[in-house]
Nanobody
């Protein structure tokens, strides 16, 4: 049974918004770094954002900076990705991943191997179309 479950994907028009959720079961997300990745058809999986488990700082890839916001709800053991001003280049399967701060930083910011991250959800599909 997956320990991370994403939800919230769907079809939205360009300029629209979606909020993705990443809920953990069986372990506490609070002290872990959580990353959001996406993978479009025929493309590599790319890390687009993460939230630190140490100081709760956040990081965004340039392509989503200013449009996406990552946050966490400790009580719900859930991390969110608020996606606003969605564009034609945003459609993909969106995944969340959890691991230590060091590994997530290396994977997302330094472009390291995302398969090094321990826990993954099954993904949620985001489609942008008019």
């Amino acid at each position: 049974q997956p320990r991370l479950v994403e939800s919230g994907g769907g079809l939205v028009q360009p300029g629209g918004s979606l909020r993705l959720s990443c809920q953990a079961s069986g372990f506490n997300l609070d002290s872990l770094a959580i990353a959001w990745y996406r993978q479009a058809p025929g493309k590599e999986r790319e890390g687009i954002s993460y939230i630190s488990g140490i100081d709760k700082s956040t990081y965004y890839k340039d392509s989503v900076k200013g449009r996406f916001t990552i946050s966490r709800d400790i009580g719900r053991n859930t991390v969110y990705l608020q996606m606003d001003s969605l564009k034609q280049e945003d459609p993909a399967v969106y995944y969340c991943a959890a691991d230590t701060n060091t590994l997530v930083f290396e994977a997302v910011v330094k472009g390291g191997n995302y398969t090094d991250l321990e826990d993954w959800g099954q993904g949620t599909l985001v489609t942008v179309s008019s």
